[in-house]
């Protein structure tokens, strides 16, 4: 079945300590989104991909950078995690948009702790 | 700018019995998109049903139904015969398409529990 694969599922890393979440997609989608979403909220959008066209939401911080070597693949490195980055990433991807708004599909996330 | 309101924050309900999730959004746009997602507790978004401005038509899928009224701009939706297995979060979204491309705006989120 075509999906979107997020591993680790669950990741725990040091405050300060460099860490990456990586999603992968077999749906051969053009956009892919990176979102973070903490307790008893809705998700955030970070960034996304469009293509090899990246776009950084206004509010996100530096802290959090984004890479996508191929169409299949897409990676969310935290520079420097705080404890206030403790929260699920999620990733998710849709079709390309030409003046339709296609559903996006997610990935099932990975939950960050933050020591 | 874009807003989705989901007045219900938490909903309780016995098993078989229907219950229906608000959702309110704000657009100045003519040309948008209606979605629902639903987040069990694995955490994954289920993608449910999309909706576009123009399709006023309500839908229904076996238990799930969905009432899309513009004058009233909302889009609900009905669980029928509710069970254990539908309690998540219900997520409705609105996206528009403009330079930024096709960001989804989510509101706050319905958490469902069905009791047996």
């Known amino acids: 079945d075509a999906m979107v694969i997020q591993n680790p599922r669950y990741q725990v890393t040091q405050f300060g300590k460099p860490v990456t979440l990586s999603c992968s997609q077999t749906?051969?989608?053009?956009?892919m989104y990176w979102y973070q979403q903490k307790s008893s909220q809705a998700p955030k959008l970070l960034f996304h991909y469009y293509d090899k066209d990246f776009n950084n939401e206004a509010d996100t911080p530096d802290n959090f950078q984004s890479r996508r070597p191929n169409t299949s693949f897409c990676f969310l490195d935290i520079r420097s995690p705080g404890l206030g980055d403790a929260a699920m990433y999620l990733c998710?991807?849709?079709?390309?948009?030409?003046?339709?708004?296609?559903?996006?599909?997610f990935g099932p996330g990975t939950r960050l702790t933050v020591t | 700018a874009q807003k989705v309101t989901q007045a219900q924050t938490e909903i309780s309900v016995v098993e078989k019995e229907d219950v229906t999730l608000d959702c309110v959004y704000e657009?100045?746009?003519?040309?948008?998109?209606l979605f629902w997602y639903k987040q069990p507790p694995s955490g994954e978004l289920v993608f449910l049903i999309r909706?576009?401005?123009?399709?006023?038509q309500n839908e229904i899928s076996g238990r799930y139904s969905w009432n899309f009224q513009k004058s009233t701009s909302s889009f609900n939706f009905t669980i029928t015969a509710s069970q254990v297995v539908d309690s998540a979060v219900y997520f409705c979204a609105l996206s528009v398409i403009n330079n930024a491309g096709n960001m989804l705006t989510f509101g706050g989120g319905t958490r469902l529990m069905v009791k047996p």
């Open positions: 998710a991807t849709s079709r390309e948009w030409t003046g339709v708004s296609y559903e996006q599909y």
């Open positions: 657009t100045r746009d003519t040309t948008y998109y």
């Open positions: 749906l051969n989608h053009n956009v």
């Open positions: 909706r576009n401005s123009f399709d006023e």
